[in-house]
Nanobody, 120 residues
Framework: QVQLVESGGGSVQPGGSLRLSCVVSGGTFENYAMGWYRQFPEKERELVASISMSAYPYYTDSVKGRFSISRDNDKNTVYLQMSSLKPEDTAVYYC??????????????WGRGTQVTVSP
């Protein structure tokens, strides 16, 4: 059974940084395209960033230059480094993965989410 577990969320002031981590178990991580999504209250989940099996990144426009996605296949972990955080980045962040497909919108498996709050 594939499981994704996020960590690293929390509260930070505007301009601050956080690093989210997502550990994957139960699957061959190197064969997964991975992504980070976020969900605002009463809104649909949206893609923030993704990384292919070959570590090619994708970013939605609103986070380009501020967020960085990376993966460590030895640790079965995908990271989302978030910098220059803004109040509008406040959301629940979810990790997702899709096996054996280089999609920029991985969504077959999901974590439970981690809250990120950006406020003065």
């Amino acid at each position: 059974q594939v499981q994704l577990v996020e960590s690293g969320g929390g509260s930070v002031q505007p301009g601050g940084s956080l690093r989210l981590s997502c550990v994957v178990s139960g699957g061959t991580f190197e064969n997964y395209a991975m992504g980070w999504y976020r969900q605002f209250p009463e809104k649909e989940r949206e893609l923030v960033a993704s990384i292919s099996m070959s570590a090619y990144p994708y970013y939605t426009d609103s986070v380009k230059g501020r967020f960085s996605i990376s993966r460590d296949n030895d640790k079965n972990t995908v990271y989302l480094q978030m910098s220059s955080l803004k109040p509008e980045d406040t959301a629940v962040y979810y990790c997702a993965g899709t096996p054996k497909k280089n999609t920029y919108q991985p969504r077959d498996y999901w974590g439970r989410g981690t809250q990120v709050t950006v406020s003065p």
